[in-house]
Structure formats: structure tokens, C-alpha cells
Nanobody, 121 residues
Framework: QVQLVESGGGLVQTGGSLRLSCAASGTIFSINAMGWYRQAPGKQRELVAAITSGGSTNYADSVKGRFSISRDNAKNTVSLQILSLKPEDTAVYYC???????????????WGQGTQVTVSS
């Protein structure tokens, strides 16, 4: 089994910054893409940013220039640096990883429990 544990959410004012972190642990052979999604009340979960094992990144248009995703392959961690927060960034942020477990050929998707980010105006 694989576990993803997020940290770093909280309440911030408009214009503030946060850094979210996610650590993967368990029977990991390798991790392919890792990413961050968010879900605001009454809305569907959406991709915010993703990063491949090689370091290629992809961002939602709404966060380009403000969010930065990075990962440490040796530590199985992924982080999301968030700048210039806006009220519309308020959501639960979820870590996601495509993981190949030891003894398995295929990879599976895993999710963290989510961390709340609230931006006050």
C-alpha cells in the first residue's frame, strides 16, 4: 500500500503565500507523475499542477505565474509553492501520485486526504 500525506494548508489573506507539501510512503517501486488538484465547494476537482519524474511541469491557466510545483525523487515528495493568493484559490488541495508498487507491473493512482486552503479577502 501507498500513503500520501499532505501538509501546509491554512488561512491566509489575499496576496499571501503558502507552501504545500506531500510525502509518499509505502511499498513504492517508482513514482511517475505527481500533482496537485483542488476542489472548491460545489465545484469539480480540478488539476492545478503536475510534474513528471523527469521534472516536466504543467499548470492550469488560472495559476500560471503564481504556483510552482517541484519534487524530490529521492524523498518521494512533491511541493506546491503558492504566491499571490486570491479568494478564488480557496479549496481543498489534494496530492496525487501515479505509483508503481514493488512487485507490480502496472501503476495505480493514489490520493492524499486533502489540506484546506482558505484565502480571506
Amino acid at each position: 500500500q501507498v500513503q500520501l500525506v499532505e501538509s501546509g494548508g491554512g488561512l491566509v489573506q489575499t496576496g499571501g503565500s503558502l507552501r504545500l507539501s506531500c510525502a509518499a510512503s509505502g511499498t513504492i517501486f517508482s513514482i511517475n507523475a505527481m500533482g496537485w488538484y483542488r476542489q472548491a465547494p460545489g465545484k469539480q476537482r480540478e488539476l492545478v499542477a503536475a510534474i513528471t519524474s523527469g521534472g516536466s511541469t504543467n499548470y492550469a491557466d488560472s495559476v500560471k505565474g503564481r504556483f510552482s510545483i517541484s519534487r524530490d525523487n529521492a524523498k518521494n515528495t512533491v511541493s506546491l509553492q503558492i504566491l499571490s493568493l486570491k479568494p478564488e484559490d480557496t479549496a481543498v488541495y489534494y496530492c496525487n501520485a501515479n505509483v508503481r508498487e514493488r512487485g507490480y507491473v502496472v501503476s495505480s493512482e493514489y490520493w492524499g486526504q486533502g489540506t484546506q486552503v482558505t484565502v480571506s479577502s
